[in-house]
């Protein structure tokens, strides 16, 4: 019932707001169109006509007699006590960022599985962003945290002031629980931050004039080294200005070993290009709309979103696969490597996720509208599917797995219950966490 009412409230105020926006932007009668003025989003003008047009949305959906209703039932099931904490498996146990009216900007809180299992969790804090706005006097908002492999000790905090694209990066000891002295920091900006090792990191931002594309987004990206400034950092990769923009890429295993680094290119925003750092650039021969997924079982996992033929193979794979190299081969000559097929949609089914685990790869699908589960293990030259016995006739979601062991969470919900919290195993046996 409250989800039914949230989402009652969500397609009226998108309705409302569809119906300003059509009027707003009617398309042009002449050969101009007047509004080519917003393509400048950074501009002042446009950025004063969202001021006007996000009031206008604002008065129209509070003056709506059921606006006051709707949103306090939302809110309501925003902070409400009893709803799932959803948790990443981490090194040192199960981490949860969270919410609630007394925590407004969220905590970052760490617990065991023995005590996630009960209904009141032990909570250990990592960092209190309310308390942290407090003392340093401004509006953050949590957006995010990268924790270098494997010992996710040091990680990069990305933190917006009031919420913009923008973002401060700060390195901060998990342990400690504590902001690095001296550490990696990085002012406010658009930016992706990757760790290499413990004293390096490659990062896209905007370097100044003539390093942001047309889309608004940075193109350049550099290799910065613990101590130094962003001056000296050194360029590895340049796209161009008229790209989406560009994202460092780190390939690294269960363990944490690296076997490549390199820059993700994006061409358009469904078309990308993947470019391997080295003595020469390489790019991969992979089509545009292809993403590498990570490794496990000492094979590179890929997926596809067109069809596609390898220029070093004869098989062709349809849309919706994935695809894995032996990652030895690949590393070898990643433009010569032979890739096999690991899964292939049915003419009914569609991937709808997946990860890789220590040595499994687990993939939860559509089928016939049904969700599935299932794990796939590599074992003499071939990839082979096992379900995992999961409720039926409910909606599956892939909601963690670790990089370290064999296990994963799944959220299972249905017209019978809300929402249930299961983990598994290699054993395929799972059981159910929360409710």
Known sequence: ??????????????????AGLSQALAPASGAEDPFLWLEEIEGPRALAWARTENGKTLSALQSD???????????????????????????????????????????????????????????????????LADAEKKNWIYEGASCLPPQERLCLLHLSEGGKDAVFVREFDAVAKAFVSNGFELPEGKQQVTWVNSDTVLIARDWGEGTMTQAGYPFVVKELKRAQSLAEAHEVFRGEPTDVGATPFVLRDSEGTIHATGAVRSVSSFEHEYILF???????????????????SGRLLVTLNEDWKAPSGDTPFSAGSIISYDLAEWKQDPLRARPTLVFEPGPRQALSGFTATRNLLILTILDNVQSRAL??????????????????????????????????????????????????????????LRH
């Open 1 to 18: 019932m409250k989800n039914s009412l949230f989402l009652a409230a969500s397609l009226s105020m998108s309705c409302l707001m569809a």
């Open 65 to 131: 007699p059921r606006y006051q209703r709707f949103y306090g039932e939302a809110l309501h099931v925003l902070q409400a006590k009893d709803r799932i904490p959803y948790v990443s498996l981490g090194r040192r146990g199960l981490d949860n960022f969270w919410q609630d009216e007394n925590q407004v900007r969220g905590v970052l809180r760490r617990t065991t599985l023995e005590s996630y299992r009960t209904q009141s969790p032990r909570w250990e804090t990592i960092l209190d962003v309310d308390a």
């Open 278 to 296: 080295g003595s020469k650039p390489i790019k991969l021969n992979l089509p545009k709309k292809a993403t590498i997924g990570g490794i496990a």
């Open 375 to 432: 794990v796939y293990k590599y074992h003499r030259g071939a990839w082979q599917a096992t379900p995992i016995p999961l409720p039926e006739n409910a909606s599956v979601g892939l909601a963690a797995a670790s990089h370290e062991t064999d296990e994963a969470m799944f959220t299972v919900s249905s017209f019978l219950f809300l929402a249930r919290r299961c983990s598994g195993t290699s054993t395929l046996q799972p059981n159910a």
